[in-house]
T-cell receptor
Framework: SQQGEEDPQALSIQEGENATMNCSYK?????LQWYRQNSGRGLVHLILIRSNEREKHSGRLRVTLDTSKKSSSLLITASRAADTASYFCAFTGNQFYFGTGTSLTVIP | NAGVMQNPRHLVRRRGQEARLRCSPM?????VYWYRQLPEEGLKFMVY????????ESGMPKERFSAEFPKEGPSILRIQQVVRGDSAAYFCASSPRGPQENTEAFFGQGTRLTVV
Protein backbone atom coordinates (compact mmCIF):
# COMPACT_ATOMS: atom_id res chain seq x y z
CA SER A 1 0.00 0.00 0.00
CA GLN A 2 1.21 3.52 -0.79
CA GLN A 3 -0.54 5.01 2.22
CA GLY A 4 1.57 6.72 4.83
CA GLU A 5 1.48 5.76 8.47
CA GLU A 6 1.16 8.36 11.17
CA ASP A 7 1.70 8.17 14.85
CA PRO A 8 0.36 8.69 17.32
CA GLN A 9 -3.19 8.03 16.15
CA ALA A 10 -4.46 10.38 18.83
CA LEU A 11 -2.76 13.00 20.96
CA SER A 12 -4.16 15.05 23.82
CA ILE A 13 -2.20 17.94 25.30
CA GLN A 14 -2.73 21.07 27.38
CA GLU A 15 -2.86 24.48 25.77
CA GLY A 16 0.62 25.95 25.54
CA GLU A 17 2.38 22.62 25.19
CA ASN A 18 4.05 21.46 21.99
CA ALA A 19 2.54 18.74 19.82
CA THR A 20 4.63 16.40 17.71
CA MET A 21 3.28 13.96 15.17
CA ASN A 22 5.20 11.65 12.88
CA CYS A 23 4.68 10.24 9.43
CA SER A 24 6.42 7.35 7.68
CA TYR A 25 6.15 6.35 4.05
CA LYS A 26 7.49 3.64 1.77
CA UNK A 27 8.24 5.09 -1.65
CA UNK A 28 10.54 7.76 -3.05
CA UNK A 29 8.88 11.16 -3.01
CA UNK A 30 9.04 14.56 -4.67
CA UNK A 31 7.83 16.34 -1.57
CA LEU A 32 5.92 15.77 1.62
CA GLN A 33 3.03 17.92 2.75
CA TRP A 34 0.97 18.32 5.88
CA TYR A 35 -2.74 19.07 5.96
CA ARG A 36 -5.23 19.83 8.67
CA GLN A 37 -8.85 18.74 8.82
CA ASN A 38 -11.39 20.19 11.21
CA SER A 39 -14.24 17.86 12.04
CA GLY A 40 -16.55 17.42 9.10
CA ARG A 41 -14.63 19.79 6.84
CA GLY A 42 -12.26 19.52 3.91
CA LEU A 43 -8.50 19.38 4.30
CA VAL A 44 -6.46 22.57 4.40
CA HIS A 45 -2.85 22.66 3.28
CA LEU A 46 -0.36 23.68 5.98
CA ILE A 47 3.15 23.27 4.64
CA LEU A 48 5.19 21.59 1.90
CA ILE A 49 8.75 20.36 2.26
CA ARG A 50 10.68 19.26 -0.81
CA SER A 51 12.68 16.07 -0.89
CA ASN A 52 15.99 17.99 -0.88
CA GLU A 53 15.03 20.00 2.22
CA ARG A 54 15.53 18.82 5.80
CA GLU A 55 13.58 21.37 7.80
CA LYS A 56 11.01 24.06 7.19
CA HIS A 57 9.21 26.55 9.38
CA SER A 58 5.92 28.38 9.02
CA GLY A 59 4.70 30.36 12.01
CA ARG A 60 4.25 27.89 14.88
CA LEU A 61 4.80 24.92 12.58
CA ARG A 62 8.09 23.14 12.12
CA VAL A 63 8.44 20.26 9.71
CA THR A 64 11.41 17.93 9.34
CA LEU A 65 12.06 15.39 6.63
CA ASP A 66 14.48 12.47 6.71
CA THR A 67 14.44 10.80 3.30
CA SER A 68 16.93 8.12 4.42
CA LYS A 69 14.46 6.97 7.07
CA LYS A 70 11.44 7.83 4.93
CA SER A 71 9.91 9.82 7.74
CA SER A 72 8.71 13.30 8.58
CA SER A 73 7.56 15.07 11.71
CA LEU A 74 5.27 18.02 12.32
CA LEU A 75 5.80 20.10 15.44
CA ILE A 76 3.20 22.62 16.56
CA THR A 77 4.63 24.89 19.22
CA ALA A 78 2.65 26.71 21.92
CA SER A 79 -0.54 24.90 21.00
CA ARG A 80 -3.95 26.54 21.22
CA ALA A 81 -7.42 25.09 21.62
CA ALA A 82 -8.09 26.14 18.03
CA ASP A 83 -5.37 23.71 16.88
CA THR A 84 -7.69 20.84 17.75
CA ALA A 85 -8.11 18.93 14.49
CA SER A 86 -6.85 15.92 12.57
CA TYR A 87 -3.50 16.26 10.86
CA PHE A 88 -2.51 14.29 7.79
CA CYS A 89 0.76 13.93 5.99
CA ALA A 90 0.66 13.57 2.22
CA PHE A 91 3.39 12.59 -0.16
CA THR A 92 3.33 12.82 -3.89
CA GLY A 93 4.17 10.25 -6.47
CA ASN A 94 1.73 9.72 -9.30
CA GLN A 95 -0.92 11.28 -7.10
CA PHE A 96 -1.34 12.53 -3.54
CA TYR A 97 -1.07 9.73 -1.00
CA PHE A 98 -2.37 10.54 2.46
CA GLY A 99 -1.39 9.16 5.81
CA THR A 100 -3.79 7.70 8.33
CA GLY A 101 -3.91 10.89 10.37
CA THR A 102 -3.30 12.04 13.92
CA SER A 103 -6.22 13.37 15.93
CA LEU A 104 -4.99 16.24 18.10
CA THR A 105 -6.98 17.56 21.04
CA VAL A 106 -5.72 20.69 22.79
CA ILE A 107 -7.31 21.17 26.18
CA PRO A 108 -7.84 24.81 27.22
CA ASN B 1 -11.30 33.14 -6.63
CA ALA B 2 -13.78 30.64 -5.28
CA GLY B 3 -12.41 27.49 -3.75
CA VAL B 4 -13.21 23.95 -4.77
CA MET B 5 -16.98 23.63 -4.81
CA GLN B 6 -18.69 20.35 -4.14
CA ASN B 7 -22.38 19.70 -4.30
CA PRO B 8 -24.52 18.56 -2.84
CA ARG B 9 -23.08 18.80 0.68
CA HIS B 10 -25.39 16.04 1.86
CA LEU B 11 -27.00 13.36 -0.26
CA VAL B 12 -29.39 10.65 0.86
CA ARG B 13 -30.09 7.76 -1.46
CA ARG B 14 -32.02 4.54 -1.08
CA ARG B 15 -30.29 1.28 -1.82
CA GLY B 16 -30.21 0.66 -5.55
CA GLN B 17 -30.43 4.32 -6.57
CA GLU B 18 -27.73 6.31 -8.30
CA ALA B 19 -25.62 8.97 -6.62
CA ARG B 20 -24.00 11.81 -8.57
CA LEU B 21 -21.43 13.94 -6.81
CA ARG B 22 -20.20 17.11 -8.44
CA CYS B 23 -16.93 18.96 -8.07
CA SER B 24 -15.97 22.28 -9.60
CA PRO B 25 -12.22 22.79 -9.25
CA MET B 26 -10.60 26.09 -8.53
CA UNK B 27 -10.28 28.38 -11.51
CA UNK B 28 -7.28 27.45 -13.61
CA UNK B 29 -6.91 23.98 -12.08
CA UNK B 30 -7.00 21.11 -14.53
CA UNK B 31 -6.12 18.29 -12.11
CA VAL B 32 -8.89 16.76 -10.01
CA TYR B 33 -8.74 14.02 -7.38
CA TRP B 34 -11.50 12.15 -5.58
CA TYR B 35 -11.13 10.64 -2.14
CA ARG B 36 -13.40 8.71 0.17
CA GLN B 37 -13.33 9.01 3.95
CA LEU B 38 -15.06 6.89 6.54
CA PRO B 39 -15.59 8.31 10.06
CA GLU B 40 -12.38 8.49 12.09
CA GLU B 41 -10.33 7.24 9.15
CA GLY B 42 -7.92 8.71 6.63
CA LEU B 43 -8.51 9.56 3.02
CA LYS B 44 -8.63 6.71 0.57
CA PHE B 45 -7.63 7.68 -2.96
CA MET B 46 -10.16 6.84 -5.63
CA VAL B 47 -9.34 8.52 -8.93
CA TYR B 48 -7.18 11.25 -10.50
CA UNK B 49 -8.38 13.04 -13.61
CA UNK B 50 -6.91 15.70 -15.82
CA UNK B 51 -9.36 17.38 -18.17
CA UNK B 52 -11.20 14.65 -20.09
CA UNK B 53 -8.60 12.03 -19.15
CA UNK B 54 -8.47 9.52 -16.33
CA UNK B 55 -4.87 9.46 -15.16
CA UNK B 56 -5.15 6.97 -12.30
CA GLU B 57 -8.26 5.08 -11.21
CA SER B 58 -6.48 2.44 -9.19
CA GLY B 59 -8.46 3.26 -6.05
CA MET B 60 -11.88 3.09 -7.59
CA PRO B 61 -13.99 -0.07 -7.45
CA LYS B 62 -14.33 -1.53 -10.91
CA GLU B 63 -18.06 -1.97 -10.64
CA ARG B 64 -20.71 0.69 -10.04
CA PHE B 65 -18.24 3.58 -9.75
CA SER B 66 -17.22 5.92 -12.55
CA ALA B 67 -15.73 9.39 -12.81
CA GLU B 68 -15.43 11.99 -15.50
CA PHE B 69 -14.03 15.48 -15.93
CA PRO B 70 -15.44 16.88 -19.16
CA LYS B 71 -13.94 19.74 -21.13
CA GLU B 72 -16.73 21.97 -19.89
CA GLY B 73 -18.40 21.64 -16.52
CA PRO B 74 -17.64 19.99 -13.21
CA SER B 75 -16.09 16.64 -12.49
CA ILE B 76 -18.67 14.00 -11.66
CA LEU B 77 -18.27 10.94 -9.45
CA ARG B 78 -21.10 8.54 -10.20
CA ILE B 79 -22.09 5.62 -8.03
CA GLN B 80 -24.69 3.31 -9.49
CA GLN B 81 -26.94 0.98 -7.48
CA VAL B 82 -25.69 2.29 -4.17
CA VAL B 83 -25.35 0.00 -1.18
CA ARG B 84 -25.13 0.85 2.52
CA GLY B 85 -21.36 0.36 2.42
CA ASP B 86 -21.08 3.34 0.04
CA SER B 87 -22.09 5.67 2.88
CA ALA B 88 -19.10 7.95 3.48
CA ALA B 89 -17.76 11.44 2.93
CA TYR B 90 -16.44 11.97 -0.57
CA PHE B 91 -13.88 14.72 -1.02
CA CYS B 92 -12.70 16.32 -4.19
CA ALA B 93 -9.42 18.19 -4.53
CA SER B 94 -7.83 20.12 -7.36
CA SER B 95 -4.38 21.39 -8.19
CA PRO B 96 -2.94 23.72 -10.84
CA ARG B 97 -0.18 21.28 -11.75
CA GLY B 98 0.39 17.58 -11.45
CA PRO B 99 1.39 15.92 -8.15
CA GLN B 100 4.99 15.53 -9.26
CA GLU B 101 5.43 19.28 -9.70
CA ASN B 102 5.57 20.40 -6.06
CA THR B 103 2.02 21.65 -5.93
CA GLU B 104 -0.52 21.51 -3.15
CA ALA B 105 -4.02 20.11 -3.32
CA PHE B 106 -7.01 22.31 -2.57
CA PHE B 107 -9.98 20.51 -1.07
CA GLY B 108 -13.70 21.00 -1.24
CA GLN B 109 -15.94 20.63 1.80
CA GLY B 110 -17.03 17.17 0.79
CA THR B 111 -20.30 15.42 0.02
CA ARG B 112 -21.69 13.22 2.75
CA LEU B 113 -23.51 10.33 1.17
CA THR B 114 -25.94 8.35 3.28
CA VAL B 115 -27.51 5.24 1.85
CA VAL B 116 -30.69 4.15 3.59
Amino acid sequence: SQQGEEDPQALSIQEGENATMNCSYKTSINNLQWYRQNSGRGLVHLILIRSNEREKHSGRLRVTLDTSKKSSSLLITASRAADTASYFCAFTGNQFYFGTGTSLTVIP
Amino acid sequence: NAGVMQNPRHLVRRRGQEARLRCSPMKGHSHVYWYRQLPEEGLKFMVYLQKENIIDESGMPKERFSAEFPKEGPSILRIQQVVRGDSAAYFCASSPRGPQENTEAFFGQGTRLTVV
